[in-house]
DNA sequence: AGCACGATTAACT
DNA sequence: GTTAATCGTGCTC
């Protein structure tokens, strides 16, 4: 393998992401988030996302509902254009990546919760090292750490030829392959939104996220 | 100005 | 199964 082939980016386009929420979380299964590390690709296969602020109601467990569902310094990006990084720090210790969907002015947004790591696991194996593989990149905040995803890439458009954090093509996922159920960790968002369908994995992938 | 809690994780018993 | 860690955010007073 050259120099030259491992910083080949093939960026799914920004066309890709301005649709509604839940589509573009079935449509990221199998497929391959990178990000560029010292020059090198790290990352792996989707095989679990969450769909937010997806429907005509308020979905009450999404960000961009609150505050009166105005644009805060946090959720700005949520509302702009799709095919951004959406960023956030959340439990005092933890960042969750999302990407920006649907059209500009809505807060529509998909949280990548796990991955199958298959690329520079060398790199991944140190920054989770204590963890064994299966627990690599296997929640939302796992993967984020794996592949040193924080603040300093909120916003970054995905689609761009020089982005250092993308996702491309991967490998095919049936639509009967295709599981759904309610999101992980919403406390105490009421009903209907708590027990909404809008998670989404790849089933019997052994890297989807164990505890609810 | 103060406060409760979060789209979680790892290390406990 | 239970709990500490740790702090920005949005909401209430």
Redesign the pocket.
């Known amino acids: 393998m050259t120099a030259s082939s491992l910083l080949h980016r093939s960026p799914l386009p920004r066309t890709f992401y301005a649709r509604p929420a839940r589509d573009v979380a079935k449509a990221l299964l199998g497929a391959r988030l990178l990000r560029l590390v010292d020059g090198q690709r790290v990352g792996g296969i989707i095989v679990e996302a969450?769909a937010?602020?997806d429907s005509a109601e308020p979905d009450r467990?999404?960000?961009?509902t609150?505050?009166?569902g105005q644009p805060?310094?946090?959720?700005t990006v949520?509302f702009g254009p799709a095919g951004h990084a959406y960023i956030y720090?959340?439990?005092?210790?933890?960042w969750?990546f999302?990407v920006v969907t649907g059209e500009p002015g809505q807060a529509n947004?998909v949280?990548i919760r796990a991955l199958e790591p298959d690329t520079g696991e060398w790199i991944i194996s140190h920054n989770?090292r204590?963890?064994p593989r299966s627990?690599w990149t296997n929640?939302?905040?796992?993967l984020t750490?794996a592949l040193e995803i924080d603040n300093k890439l909120n916003g970054t458009e995905l689609f761009s030829a020089e982005t250092v954090l993308w996702i491309e093509n991967g490998r095919a996922v049936l639509p009967a392959q295709i599981a759904s159920g309610p999101?992980?960790?919403?406390?105490?968002t009421p009903e209907p939104w708590f027990s909404k369908p809008w998670r989404y994995w790849i089933t019997d992938n052994p890297f989807v996220?164990q505890?609810r």
């Open positions: 969450e937010y602020c467990a999404c960000h961009g609150r505050n009166n805060t310094l946090r959720t949520m720090f959340t439990y005092g210790m933890h969750m999302n947004a949280l989770r204590k963890q627990k929640g939302p905040a796992k750490a999101r992980v960790g919403l406390g105490k996220s505890y």
